[in-house]
């Protein structure tokens, strides 16, 4: 198992940045695909951003493509989200999601992830 904890939302101003984290703790943290999900107030969860788990391939929903980076750093077992130049639209809480899985595969499915972390809120004013 493997435990995931996000860090780093906060307010915003529209076209500001902030960086994400998630920290995971238990089972090797480079056996992990991992994604960022994100679910506004009345809306689905969706997809963010993904990466394998050796991090050498990502993906992106389209709405955040250009703005947004995904990154991992293995031997401090933790992933990142840098977002730029936020929008309002992007107000929700976002979460950070791990799955077991081939070395270079990612994914956007978050029906695949089978741990999640506990959520936190990034809110963009206009």
């Known amino acids: 198992q493997v435990q995931l904890v996000e860090s780093g939302g906060g307010l915003v101003q529209a076209g500001g940045s902030l960086r994400l984290s998630c920290a995971a703790s238990?089972?090797?943290?480079?056996?992990?695909?991992m994604g960022w999900f994100r679910q506004a107030p009345g809306k689905e969860r969706e997809f963010v951003a993904a990466?394998?788990?050796?991090?050498?391939?990502?993906d992106y929903a389209d709405s955040v493509k250009g703005r947004f980076t995904i990154s991992r750093d293995n031997a401090k077992n933790s992933m990142y989200l840098q977002m730029n130049n936020l929008k309002p639209e992007d107000t929700a809480v976002y979460y950070c999601?791990?799955?077991?899985?081939?070395?270079?595969?990612?994914?956007?499915?978050?029906?695949?992830?089978?741990?999640w972390g506990q959520g936190t809120q990034v809110t963009v004013s206009s």
């Open positions: 990466i394998s788990r050796s991090g050498g391939s990502t």
């Open positions: 999601a791990a799955v077991e899985g081939p070395r270079r595969h990612y994914y956007i499915d978050y029906g695949r992830y089978n741990y």
């Open positions: 238990g089972r090797t943290f480079s056996s992990y695909a």
